[in-house]
């Protein structure tokens, strides 16, 4: 069982950064996949990026076309917690964004392919 506990969103400014973290507990969190995916109002939730270990133990990311170049996704190990800094935010960046975490998979994109979720943490961009 993983827990997961998003913090960091709020509102800001177009062209201006923010950072969100989520923190984990209860299983061991070097091992286990983190994602970020993102919910707009009327629409599906949606992949944002992903943090995976590989077999020799690197860590190694994949990111959403229309976020690459702009968010970076990282992990702390030691304080068991994920981080999406996310910079030259767009208005259609406006969302509530979730942490969610699952283990042995390979780079999971699919909101299906994850086990645990946060509560969400609402990102709003102004123009």
């Known amino acids: 069982q993983v827990q997961l506990v998003e913090s960091g969103g709020g509102w800001v400014q177009a062209g201006d950064s923010l950072r969100l973290s989520c923190a984990a507990s209860?299983?061991?969190?070097?091992?286990?996949?983190m994602g970020w995916f993102r919910q707009a109002p009327g629409k599906e939730r949606s992949f944002v990026a992903v943090?995976?270990?590989?077999?020799?133990?690197?860590?190694?990311?994949s990111y959403e076309d229309c976020v690459k170049g702009r968010f970076t996704i990282t992990r702390a190990n030691a304080k068991s917690t994920v981080c999406l800094k996310m910079n030259s935010m767009k208005p259609e960046d406006s969302a509530v964004y979730y942490c969610?975490?699952?283990?042995?998979?390979?780079?999971?994109?699919?909101?299906?392919?994850?086990?645990?979720w946060g509560q969400g943490t609402q990102v709003s961009v102004s123009a």
């Open positions: 969610a975490a699952v283990g042995g998979q390979n780079l999971p994109r699919e909101a299906n392919s994850f086990d645990y």
């Open positions: 209860g299983r061991a969190f070097s091992r286990i996949s």
């Open positions: 943090i995976s270990r590989n077999v020799r133990g690197a860590y190694y990311t």
